[in-house]
């Protein structure tokens, strides 16, 4: 049992791990942190604290790190990615670097066929993303004539079709209307899966993630239960960042 | 719709073409690689002066038009800037062999523009053919079709990102040309003293936006080859296909076919 209380399955494991891109110059400094599985975290930071580094490293993208980084006890190296990639779902930031296919229900497909799945399984698989973010309008639409909400929730449906046994989201509430991030915030409620998420979005953050972790410089500068560290004006302040703003007096 | 917006949905236009539900999309892609590759070696072959045997051409050009639905009009518009570049190739034939071989009237009609002709013919005949492959096959399909050829792994996947890259590098340049155009309302086109910045500046975000969308395949799965779907089977339909169109070709290379067909009411 660990200090929060959790029994044990973790899902995701960082152990001392610090990266830097260039020699002397670190970006990440002995980071140490684990996802369990079906648990939602939150990671935090100002601009520039080392999330999207972090979630790069998480998925195989980086390979110089020091430390230890495993996903259902499989280390990240280069031997293991195949099998890494099928565990982890990663939703890009940018979601124009994420749809590269000409429809949606052609990037949708894509996880899956390059996964082996039959025809017939393929088609449920992109149906049942599809429903999950009440997105089926979108099934045909090319994805080059889409607002940046729709590609938002097309890049997440994406994700889905793989059906990771975690998920790494990149600022995933960026571009979206109200009632679509409403939407969003109820499905990664209902997803099982452990979800990492890296976000600015403190409001939608407390709404999903039982703990967070705050990031500062490449370290990490506090990990808990979410509503301690989100409702800590001081500690957000002194980190580049405020509080929610659903906790802020009017 | 600027120009670089028009030429980005132009390509992915043409990627929508090849996924529509038409009697030609059905056809096993090596099957209609093949064919495409023989009509155009065939079309090539002709001489300068075969200009009457290489025409009933148009007939697959035609055909391939109607069954696999391809917008003529759209096409042409397409092809607006190569198709002219392919009708100069033999232009100068024209002043050079001016020997006469044949008189409509009063006509004469040169060797050379016998040989002009037939080498606008020759181009347009290749391009339109290739141009229809892709149209109704799509660059995935047509890159499986190759390794089934046994080409190199390599080559195939160069030619499947570079096709892919081609909108990355359309898209950049669009949003870089609309920023620097909204703050240059009162100029015409860029400014030369700019053009190295702004080069540099789309070779660099392109390659970053590539690297980015080359990230996402690997995420999901991608192992070097697009994936096109279960093991695609041959029907009798694609050998029917083969053996048809080729049997054409063969015919129109051993005989005259509008000399035979004109011969028949002469």
Not at chain 1, 30 to 40: A, D, G, M, W
Not at chain 2, 160 to 165: G, I, Q
Request: hydrophobic share 45%; net charge neutral; with cysteine.
């Amino acid at each position: 049992m660990d200090m929060q209380g959790h029994e044990g399955h973790e899902c995701l494991e960082c152990r001392n791990l610090s990266f830097s891109y260039e020699k002397n110059v670190s970006v990440l400094k002995e980071l140490t942190f684990h996802v369990h599985k079906h648990e939602t975290v939150g990671l935090i930071g100002a601009n520039g604290a080392g999330k999207s580094t972090l979630m790069r490293i998480l998925v195989g993208l980086e390979l110089g790190y020091e430390g230890t980084v495993t996903v259902e006890s499989v280390p990240v190296v280069k031997n293991h990615l195949p099998e890494i990639r099928e565990k982890l779902g990663y939703v890009f930031q940018d979601s124009d670097s994420q749809l590269f296919m000409s429809t949606v229900y052609e990037d949708i497909a894509f996880a899956p066929k390059n996964y082996g799945l039959s025809e017939t399984e393929v088609e449920a698989r992109v149906n049942e993303a599809l429903d999950m973010i009440d997105i089926q309008y979108l099934r045909d639409k090319k994805t080059y004539r889409m607002s940046g909400g729709e590609k938002k929730m097309a890049a997440l449906a994406t994700i889905l079709a793989m059906k990771p046994s975690i998920m790494l989201m990149d600022e995933p509430t960026v571009a979206l209307d109200p009632r679509n991030r409403r939407i969003l915030i109820n499905v990664l409620n209902s997803l099982d899966q452990g979800k990492l998420i890296a976000s600015h979005d403190l409001d939608m953050v407390w709404d999903t993630c039982s703990r967070v972790l705050l990031l500062s410089h490449g370290e990490i500068v506090e990990y808990g239960p979410t509503e301690e560290i989100l409702s800590n004006q001081k500690l957000l302040e002194a980190n580049g960042l405020e509080l929610p703003l659903s906790l802020l007096k009017r | 719709m600027s120009k670089l917006d028009n030429a980005i949905y132009e390509i992915h236009d043409l990627d929508d073409l090849a996924v529509r539900d038409t009697p030609l999309t059905g056809i096993h892609p090596l099957i209609k690689l093949l064919v495409t590759v023989f009509f155009i070696i065939l079309t090539v072959s002709f001489d300068k002066y075969q200009l009457s045997a290489m025409l009933p051409g148009i007939f697959y050009i035609l055909l391939v038009f109607l069954a696999g639905d391809i917008p003529f009009g759209k096409s042409m518009k397409k092809l607006r800037i190569i198709l002219p570049l392919v009708c100069m190739v033999g232009l100068f034939n024209v002043f050079f062999d001016r020997i006469p071989v044949l008189r409509l009237g009063t006509f004469v009609v040169t060797g050379g523009m016998m040989s002009a002709v037939t080498l606008m013919l020759k181009g347009v005949f290749s391009v339109l053919a290739s141009y229809l492959l892709i149209a109704t096959t799509g660059i995935d399909k047509i890159c499986y079709a190759l390794r089934l050829l046994h080409l190199p792994k390599i080559i195939v996947l160069q030619l499947s990102l570079t096709y892919r890259y081609i909108t990355v590098l359309l898209g950049e340049a669009n949003t870089i040309f609309c920023a620097y155009i909204l703050r240059a309302p009162r100029q015409k086109g860029v400014h030369f003293k700019v053009w190295g910045p702004l080069i540099g500046q789309l070779l660099l975000r392109s390659m970053d936006r590539a690297n980015d969308l080359y990230d996402s395949m690997v995420l999901r799965g991608y192992r070097g080859a697009f994936y096109v779907g279960d093991k695609i089977p041959f029907h009798l339909k694609d050998w029917m296909y083969l053996i048809l169109w080729t049997g054409f070709f063969v015919l129109m290379r051993c005989f005259n076919l509008v000399q035979l067909l004109g011969g028949l009411f002469v």
